[in-house]
């Protein structure tokens, strides 16, 4: 029960990894491509 | 934008069909996308600097700003799409660089986007609004063929005027992002 419940926080451990290096990956890549890209819109 | 929803969308949904996790792959020296993006947020985006910013002050920022932006895309040359987003900013850095610090748009192309340059009171050499672009006609522009002069089709909701460098880095985004949904094969392509 108890290394269950072990494993279980550790995989947990490894998703939430996952998913925060996700986010800061497709952060980084909206900000390169915000700051790479020069289009102009009707908004300006 | 569009290119990084539409590779995000299409890479989670290659995941779930090869039954993959959607994993982008580690990149390095994160920290300076952000430090990069810093002068052109408070020039560009941030609505209380934006107007009070010159048009020099805002050229000076544009430049030091891309030319972080390609030291990273150096460091991460690694990842085959860094090639082909390192390239589209490189050719926009060009034409950029060329004509005095911002992106050249012709008065021709402001005007099949339906924007009305009397009623802006626009001068030739005179930036466009708060964004990235000066106005210059195509005899005054070096480089004419890298500035923004594409558009996309009348019958989409959204009008704006993109450059080939713009293209290329739409391309590097949805591939690095559809990629990163792949297979193991196309996973360790991803790098070369």
Known sequence: MKSQLFNISIKTGRINQQQVRAILALGTLILFVLGAGAPADHGH | MLAVLGGFVA????AWYNGR??????????????????????????????????????????LVSQTLLLIFAW??????????????????????????GLMPISPETLSK????????ALQVGERFGGSKDVLLPPAQTRFVWLSDRFLLPGWFPYSVAFSLGDILIAVGAFWLLWASGGSKISQASLSH
Do not use: K
């Open chain 2, 21 to 62: 996790v959607f994993a982008i792959p580690d990149l390095r020296t994160v920290w300076l996308v952000f430090v990069a993006f810093i002068p052109q947020w408070i020039v560009f985006y941030l609505p209380l600097t934006r107007r009070l910013a010159s048009d020099e002050v805002a050229a000076a920022a544009l």
């Open chain 2, 75 to 100: 460091f991460n040359r690694q990842l085959f799409a860094f090639w082909v987003l390192g390239l589209g900013l490189l050719l926009n850095l060009c034409v950029i660089s060329l004509n005095g």
């Open chain 2, 113 to 120: 986007m339906g924007i009305d340059l009397a009623a802006h």
């Open chain 2, 11 to 14: 890479g989670l949904l290659r």
